[in-house]
């Protein structure tokens, strides 16, 4: 289930980018990221304008993160562009989630008047390649870079009224995991040997 994250989750945030290693933060950055740098990153995401995704685990951990940035709108009326980059816990790979996180950014954007969905990836980042060439976007390589492009319809009443549908459940899918949560720590505090 894939929420959408505010501004009370920048300590969540930071805590899942700090986990990332080296190698995983040149990829999702495109170069060697120190943790100060992740810190200024995080405090700086403009939550008003720009989208960010989330996937928590059952202890209600974030191990997937999807930023989806809007760039500066033109003055013509030409359809918008939005930047997105994503990154999931070392231990939740593998399991659909960063498709899932393209998807919900592909359907957001969509249904934010963007016409063409971005991504920058080095180009031996092979899982991301995979993701993007199966999403059916259009890769350019260059110096061991790429960019990828997707271009989107506009929005229908299908995509709006998914995209509503989507973020009800994951609140609510976060929400129980959270009731769960508390309802086996109260369980241990009365039987702290269990
Ligand atoms: C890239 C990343 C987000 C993928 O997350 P994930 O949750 O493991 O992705 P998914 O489980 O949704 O999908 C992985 C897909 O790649 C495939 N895959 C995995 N390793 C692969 C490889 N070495 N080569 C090709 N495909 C690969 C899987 O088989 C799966 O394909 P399928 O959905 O067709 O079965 C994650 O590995 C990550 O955070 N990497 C570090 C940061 C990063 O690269 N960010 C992207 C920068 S834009």
Redesign the pocket.
């Known amino acids: 289930m894939v929420r959408q994250l505010t501004a009370a989750d920048r300590k969540r945030l930071l805590a899942h980018f700090i986990a990332?290693d080296d190698d995983?933060r040149v990829?999702?950055f495109g170069q060697r990221t120190a943790d100060a740098v992740i810190e200024n990153y995080v405090r700086s995401i403009d939550f008003s304008n720009d989208a960010v995704f989330g996937v928590f685990n059952h202890a209600l951990k974030l191990v997937?993160v999807g930023h989806l940035a809007y760039l500066p709108v033109r003055d013509d009326d030409s359809p918008r562009t939005a930047e997105?980059?994503?990154?999931?816990s070392n231990e939740?790979?593998?399991?659909?989630?960063?498709?899932?996180?393209f998807a919900r950014a592909a359907m957001r954007s969509r249904n934010s008047g963007v016409g063409t969905l971005y991504?920058?990836?080095l180009s031996h980042?092979?899982?991301?390649?995979?993701?993007a060439r199966?999403a059916g976007m259009d890769i350019h390589r260059d110096y061991g870079e790429a960019d990828a492009y997707l271009t989107l319809p506009p929005a229908d009443s299908a995509s709006i009224l998914g995209e509503m549908f989507q973020e009800q459940a994951a609140v609510f899918d976060y929400a129980w995991k959270r009731q769960v949560r508390h309802a086996n720590k109260f369980l241990e505090s009365l039987m702290p040997s269990l």
Do not use: E, P
């Not at 997105?84 to 999931?88: C, D, K, Y």
């Not at 980042?125 to 993701?131: D, G, K, S, V, W």
């Open positions: 990332l995983d990829l999702r997937g997105f980059g994503l990154s999931v939740a790979r593998g399991a659909g989630v960063g498709s899932a996180l991504m920058h990836c980042n092979a899982t991301m390649m995979h993701i199966k």
